[in-house]
């Protein structure tokens, strides 16, 4: 037989956890009963102190009166007289137990006629004082701290329990502590304030404002200065953002936002400051790295707070919301939250690349849309200053995101401006053929049998240093590669057009309209050619309904003719009725406020006929001319300029134009100016005597293009023009003759002749005139 080892198996790792956990449960909680009993005692003692000392003060002892002592000595002694027996008459025993009680004091100070024992009074009268002063005396013990227990450690000798001590607050400490600032204060507030006249006022602050602008100027200047090790003073400037002097807060507040910045438009890198991983912190660093570690750490946290802070006063602001302190007024805080929305506005053009650029957009495209005039403009330029300089596309990708779910959240109920800001896009060329580009095989690298099979051994040893170096030019890239911007730019069009095609179907009468077919007709070719059709009848319904103003009906004709002039070129579509529409409001226009709608119907003409003329017949193009020339005359000097110079470019486009110059070609009807119908209005039978009406024009440009005109508008001989008009679009010469500042463009020459000679062409004037008179007397 085997004999079994008697062995102890040894608690697992778990197991001596669990019941060490319990174990200094167990003591946690006996410590904690023995600490609420000491607790309890001490206030037991306390009550009775306090009770002690109430009664020692309520209760006062009552002196005997001298009259009621002698009164009972007088009976006493009347009494000892008639009771007394001479000394010689007792007996021993009773004259020495007469003597023994003679020599204790309760004898003498006892009532004799009670019969209650000695002591009974003494221990019923007794003082509690006495009492309390015949308790031994004990130390008064602190309370024992309570313990935060800890993870235990495991060590070669068994398991160490760990606990650190919770600090407990001296709450009596505290209270005096707080008496002794009330008694401070009160005694603060009793003293009297000066009072100062308001010149000693307006130059303390001035004094105060002085030192405040000191001290941002020194912490600005350490900071750009070195950056690196001063990095921590920007939490020191941020502070002054929470100025509570009344006197200088608002300005103090104004110049400290202003001056972070633009810290931090110097400050910040080129790049975004990614958070570190734990890994990367667990990283033994060189000293310079960790430098360069701890300033941007330090810089992105400060930046966030900075953007909190002009956010909380924009909000401030917004929900006219007080602070307790009441330190600015409400109207003071309008003009903190101009200041911050300039600050957000600048740092959202000048810092796209750094972190927190998506949280500045989303604060700034909702005040696209603010009540205020002022700070929806501020807004409004800073996204179209965006837009303009944003050359890959991350920055515009995000504003027009926040944008389209702005007016989708709105309900399109939202500021025109709002929807203007797309036309700023820089956005030319997109994805239009995104399937075949997937469909077709991107350049790979050569595989190793592939080089084995079809090169030699040289040509393999240099197709491989090709090919590394091009992986390494690929990596080390900087700029972003085509591709990629396309499909940026891609994504941003889509969701332009998505907002655009909502307003179209859901709010046709809302006041975007002129936005959605102003951006229609800058966007439209781009637009993928599955939605031209649809879009197309869109727009003619549109026309067609009457509920369109006149800038309206050209934005949506002007939008047909770009659809239909890039892609939809191979689109069989005839546009006849937009041709049509556009013959017919052409005498709407005039001198007045329709006049700046003429540079729209300038670049319909261009892209109706310039760019169609294979698909415009010479009946459609005679009777544009006429109408056209008739209209120069009743128009400002620039649009008939801008008129006149569209003609040239039907006479020098479209053959037999010059048949409107000969008075005696005829054909077939009679010239109907009156019919909407360009086709059948026989302009070929009518001439451009309008012509001769222009070069009478006050304007000399107006006047050089009718003469340009009548002349057949040759390229070269003494009829052509000049370079600077020759040169130019109908569209840039509409633009550079305008007349807004009520100005004559070209300026006219000042004539300032000499006064002796005016005086001699007024003598010769009145020479001339009385031998005319006496000449026809001498006839008659």
């Known amino acids: 037989m085997c004999c079994r080892k008697n062995t102890k198996r040894v608690p697992s790792f778990r197991k001596l956890l669990r019941t060490s956990q319990i174990k200094l449960d167990n003591k946690l909680k006996n410590k904690q009963y023995k600490q609420k009993s000491a607790a309890k005692k001490y206030r037991k003692e306390q009550k009775k102190l306090r009770e002690a000392v109430r009664d020692a003060i309520s209760r006062k002892p009552f002196p005997l009166e001298?009259?009621?002592?002698?009164?009972?000595?007088?009976k006493w002694e009347e009494k000892e007289e008639e009771d007394a027996l001479p000394l010689d008459m007792m007996d021993e025993d009773d004259l020495k137990l007469m003597e023994d009680l003679a020599q204790k004091a309760s004898f003498l100070t006892r009532d004799l006629s009670s019969n209650e024992p000695v002591h009974?009074?003494?221990r019923k009268h007794e003082s509690v004082i006495e009492k309390y002063e015949k308790v031994p005396r004990r130390l008064q013990t602190e309370p024992e701290k309570e313990l935060i227990h800890l993870l235990p450690i495991k060590d070669k000798s068994g398991i160490i329990p760990q606990a650190v001590e919770k600090p407990v607050l001296s709450v009596a400490h505290d209270e005096e502590e707080d008496t002794e600032d009330m008694e401070e204060a009160e005694d603060f507030n009793e003293e009297p304030l000066p009072v100062l006249t308001p010149e000693e006022m307006a130059a303390q602050r001035r004094q105060k404002l002085q030192e405040r602008k000191m001290h941002i100027a020194a912490l600005a200047s350490a900071i750009l200065s070195e950056p690196d090790s001063n990095i921590k003073k920007l939490k020191e400037l941020r502070a002054m953002l929470m100025e509570q002097d009344p006197n200088v807060a608002v300005i103090v507040r104004k110049l400290v936002m202003v001056s972070l910045m633009e810290i931090f438009k110097d400050v910040a890198p080129s790049y975004k400051i990614r958070p570190l991983t734990e890994a990367e912190k667990a990283t033994k660093v060189k000293k310079e790295t960790q430098k360069l570690r701890e300033f941007e750490e330090g810089l992105v946290s400060q930046y966030k707070f900075y953007l909190e802070n002009l956010e909380q006063t924009i909000k401030d602001w917004k929900q006219r919301k007080l602070k307790k302190s009441n330190v600015i007024s409400l109207k003071a805080y309008k003009g903190l939250a101009e200041v911050a929305v300039k600050c957000l506005c600048e740092l959202l053009v000048a810092l796209p690349h750094f972190n927190f650029h998506n949280n500045i957009i989303v604060l700034i495209v909702p005040l696209m849309n603010d009540p205020s005039k002022m700070i929806s403009e501020l807004c409004v330029e800073a996204v179209k200053k965006l837009?303009?300089?944003?050359?890959?596309?991350?920055?515009?990708?995000?504003?027009?995101k926040v944008i389209s779910g702005l007016v989708r959240g709105r309900n399109y109920d939202?500021?025109?401006e709002v929807l203007k800001v797309f036309l700023h896009l820089r956005i030319k060329e997109v994805e239009l053929q995104k399937d075949s580009e997937d469909i077709a095989p991107k350049k790979k690298f050569m595989t190793y049998k592939e080089k084995r099979k079809n090169l030699s051994r040289m040509q393999r040893k240099w197709k491989k240093a090709e090919e590394k170096l091009e992986r390494e030019l690929l990596e080390a890239e900087a700029s972003e590669s085509k591709q990629k911007k396309l499909k940026l730019h891609t994504e941003t069009l889509n969701i332009v057009f998505v907002t655009y095609f909502r307003i179209l179907k859901k709010a046709q009468k809302s006041p975007l309209l002129p936005a959605v077919l102003e951006g229609l007709a800058k966007f439209a070719h781009l637009i993928n050619v599955e939605f031209f059709d649809d879009l197309l009848i869109v727009l003619h319904s549109l026309i067609a309904s009457g509920d369109l103003s006149y800038r309206e009906?050209?934005?949506?004709?002007?939008?047909?003719f770009h659809i239909?002039?890039?892609?939809?070129?191979?689109?069989?579509?005839?546009?006849?009725?937009?041709?049509?529409?556009?013959?017919?409001?052409?005498?709407?226009?005039?001198?007045?406020?329709t006049n700046e709608d003429i540079g729209i119907v300038l670049q319909c003409l261009d892209v109706m006929f310039a760019k169609r003329r294979k698909q415009v017949s010479q009946q459609r193009a005679l009777a544009f001319l006429k109408?056209?020339?008739?209209?120069?005359?009743?128009?400002?000097?620039?649009?008939?300029?801008?008129?006149?110079?569209t003609n040239r470019i039907f006479m020098q486009t479209f053959p037999r134009m010059d048949l409107l110059l000969d008075n005696e070609s005829q054909g077939s009807g009679v010239y109907l100016p009156e019919l909407d119908e360009p086709e059948h209005c026989n302009a070929q039978n009518t001439a451009l005597w309008e012509l001769h009406l222009l070069q009478r024009h006050y304007h000399p440009t107006v006047q050089k293009f009718a003469s340009h005109l009548i002349a057949g508008a040759p390229t070269e001989g003494s009829g052509a023009l000049p370079l600077d008009l020759s040169q130019r679009s109908a569209t840039e010469l509409f633009e550079t003759y305008c007349m807004k500042g009520m100005t004559f463009n070209p300026p006219v020459a000042s004539v300032t002749p000499r006064r002796k000679d005016t005086f001699l062409q007024m003598d010769s004037f009145v020479d001339e005139e009385l031998n005319k008179q006496l000449q026809q007397h001498i006839r008659e």
């Not at 109408?627 to 801008?642: C, E, M, Q, Y």
């Open 564 to 593: 239909l002039s890039g892609q939809g070129d191979v689109l069989n579509i005839d546009p006849m009725k937009f041709y049509t529409h556009l013959y017919k409001t052409l005498f709407s226009l005039h001198a007045g406020g």
């Open 66 to 74: 001298e009259c009621k002592k002698k009164q009972v000595a007088r």
């Open 414 to 416: 939202v500021r025109p």
């Open 120 to 122: 009974v009074k003494k």
């Open 553 to 560: 009906s050209l934005h949506c004709v002007l939008s047909a």
């Open 387 to 400: 837009f303009k300089q944003d050359k890959l596309g991350y920055a515009s990708l995000g504003v027009v």
């Open 627 to 645: 109408r056209l020339s008739i209209l120069a005359l009743h128009v400002l000097p620039n649009s008939s300029v801008g008129i006149l110079a």
